[in-house]
């Protein structure tokens, strides 16, 4: 609306301009080299418009044939710019769909329209990791690491194919120099910290961590519990008594409850006289967190204490967890333990029984060990080791499936820090059961069965009735062993032993005893 009223008004004021000019005659005359023209006004001004328009009609035909060649220039490169962009379009395309021969010919294309051009060296480097040519993959992203403006993208590449190599110093390399480049780079940050941590450098990876925490890469919490978790891992490797201590006195201003610093400051803090101190911390840290590495550390505080000492210590550290009605798990088994140590098998007896309905490995296994020391009924404590063998597991120090006696800083399956969790192994993959039937996949097959293990001559005695058989567990098809991380090897974790459950027949008054076999009693000793 604005455009075409500025347009009328332009043409009233040139209509008004002619009209002007038609109310007021006049004549003009040139004298020029003894010629002499005479004209009126507004043919004088009608003549000086068309020299006017032809002058710049004529200048720019002169213009464009002096711009021609680049002109031309510029037609064809922006053609060929418009194919290449074609082509390496085409190109990535087929390379996410899987189409290598697409991909070739697109790469091919893109390398004769638009050579050099950093979206066509990452089409190259992408069409030969799909073909499966990594020399030329990697010659691709080396040429783009070499270049300022695809540096970065390339330095990624090396890492990724020094990673499928299993090349570490390669890959920490690169990773190292991307982030000496960017440092708000995520993957090299991250790359560069798990690094560090693999190879022990408690230094290094501190450094690292504080890198990432300054240009934002982690949070303030992870930055909290990853540094109290380094600081925990320079403490352990430390030589000298007083720096350990003052590294995981560290660690706990970070994460006042994390077990690993708990347990190891108390332990150093009691091994240097300060006894009140080390308690607090070890209470502290087993309120929020009850673990038995707590309960051990707390119960030998003082090294020359009894071992009733020791139990009314325990004791008093199971209070600190607060309970709805049953004892905590923790609390129970570490008051049977220390019990135990201290010959009281009837405070055992109590602190453990709430746990018998549902007993864990840990809890059929104390109870086992009660039952012999205390009155050293072989049978009963045969029994209840076989209940520990069919027992549900109990927490572990884990992490990626990998299952440690003792807390580790790094994971030795992922390299990922402060991985391992106290948690029942492998818990997590209860869930793929729901969505993988296994038995649906082997239904076709026949079960199989093996033969009982040998009975030993000592059980043969007692005339048991033979065990039925048991049956191995299936392994799942290859097909989905990439989708759930891979376990160790289910025998070191649940081994298929036969125990049998009948601890055998009660010996009658009215039987003549049985001669002792030379050299010791009979039966199967299961504790010194």
């Known amino acids: 609306m604005i455009r075409v009223l500025l347009f009328l008004a332009l043409v009233a004021v040139l209509a008004l301009g002619v009209v002007w000019m038609a109310d007021r005659p006049g004549d003009v005359a040139i004298v020029w080299q003894g010629y002499r023209i005479e004209t009126s006004v507004m043919v004088a001004v009608v003549a000086v418009a068309l020299v006017a328009l032809l ?64 979206l066509a060296l990452l089409l190259n480097a992408q069409f030969a990791q799909l073909s499966g040519d990594r020399a030329a993959a990697e010659h691709a992203f080396r040429a783009m ?20 190599r299993k090349d570490v110093a390669a890959a920490r390399a690169y990773a190292e120099e991307a982030a000496n480049a960017a440092p708000a780079l995520g993957w090299a940050g991250q790359a560069v910290l798990e690094f560090r941590c ?41 030589a000298d008594g007083d720096r350990a201590r003052s590294l995981a006195l560290d660690a706990l201003k970070l994460a006042p409850t994390f077990v690993p610093a708990a347990e190891l400051a108390g332990r150093l803090l009691g091994e240097a006289g300060e006894l009140r101190r080390a308690s607090r911390i070890i209470e502290k840290a087993w309120a929020a967190n009850p673990h038995p590495d ?85 049978g009963r404590a045969r029994e209840w080791m076989g209940r520990a063998l069919r027992a549900a597991r109990d927490p572990q120090w884990s992490a990626d499936g990998f299952v440690s006696d003792r ?58 009735p033979p065990a039925e058989s048991v049956a191995p567990v299936p392994s799942p098809p290859a097909a989905l062993a990439g989708s759930v991380p891979k376990p160790p090897r289910a025998e070191s974790i649940i081994p298929l032993l036969h125990v049998p459950d009948d601890p055998g027949p009660e010996a009658s008054a009215d039987l003549d005893p049985e001669p002792e076999p030379p050299g010791g009693s009979r039966g199967l000793r299961l504790f010194k």
């Open 55 to 118: 002058a710049v009609l004529a200048w720019s035909i002169v213009r464009s044939i002096l711009r021609s060649p680049d002109l031309i220039a510029m037609f064809l490169s922006h053609r060929r710019g418009v194919r290449g962009y074609l082509a390496i379009s085409r190109g990535l395309i087929a390379v996410g769909a899987g189409d290598a021969a697409a991909a070739k010919r697109a790469a091919t294309e893109a390398d004769r329209v638009a050579p050099g051009e950093p």
């Open 145 to 164: 690491a070499e270049r300022d403006d695809t540096k970065l993208l390339g330095l990624r590449g090396l890492y990724i194919e020094a990673q499928r």
């Open 198 to 238: 693999a190879s022990g450098d408690w230094t290094a990876a501190l450094s690292a961590l504080d890198r990432n925490s300054r240009f934002g890469l982690i949070d303030k919490t992870e930055y909290k519990r990853q540094r109290a978790v380094l600081l925990t891992a320079r403490a352990l490797a430390a």
């Open 294 to 378: 707590l309960a051990e550390t707390y119960a030998h505080l003082r090294p020359g204490d009894s071992a009733r000492e020791r139990l009314a210590r325990v004791q008093s550290l199971a209070l600190k967890v607060p309970s709805q009605g049953a004892p905590h798990i923790e609390s129970a088994l570490a008051v049977a333990r220390a019990a135990l140590d201290a010959q009281e098998f009837a405070v055992a007896r109590n602190a453990i029984r709430p746990l018998l309905k549902e007993p864990t490995q840990r809890v059929a296994t104390l109870m086992a060990e009660i039952e012999q020391r205390e009155s050293g009924d072989e």
């Open 407 to 464: 807390w580790m800083p790094v994971s030795p399956v992922s390299g990922r820090l402060d991985a391992f969790q106290w948690k029942v192994p492998l818990a997590e993959l209860g869930d793929a059961r729901a969505i993988i039937d296994l038995d649906e996949l082997d239904a076709e097959k026949p079960p199989v069965f093996v033969a009982p293990p040998a009975r030993p001559p000592e059980l043969a005695e007692h005339n048991e």
